[in-house]
């Protein structure tokens, strides 16, 4: 059975850090185009960083030069947040895609506030 589990969410003021880490039991990253997803509050879900076959890694321009994507290894993935903004505020998802087929982690919350 496949399981994504997300940590490291919290709250922090802007300006600040976080570090999200997804963890995988079930598959190998390494197989998969990896991606961390976010939802506000009243808004839909949208792309944050992707890192696509080959290693190319994408950003929403949002949050490009602030953001971070990366593949620890071939069980973890993470999402290092820098100059963390009010905006930023939402839950955040790992996703694991391949060949149409989708895993989701249960999200974490981030939210940036003073």
């Known amino acids: 059975q496949v399981q994504l589990v997300e940590s490291g969410g919290g709250l922090v003021q802007p300006g600040g850090s976080l570090r999200l880490s997804c963890a995988a039991s079930?598959?190998?990253?390494?197989?998969?185009?990896i991606t961390w997803y976010r939802q506000a509050p009243g808004k839909q879900r949208e792309l944050v960083a992707t890192?696509?076959?080959?290693?190319?890694k994408n950003y929403a321009d949002s949050v490009k030069g602030r953001f971070t994507i990366s593949r620890d290894n071939v069980k973890t993935m993470s999402l290092q947040m820098n100059n963390l903004l009010p905006e930023d505020t939402a839950v955040y998802y790992c996703?694991?895609?391949?060949?149409?087929?989708?895993?989701w982690g249960q999200g974490t919350q981030v939210t940036v506030s003073s």
């Open positions: 890192i696509i076959s080959g290693g190319r």
């Open positions: 996703n694991a895609a391949r060949s149409g087929t989708n895993y």
């Open positions: 079930g598959i190998f990253f390494s197989m998969y185009t």
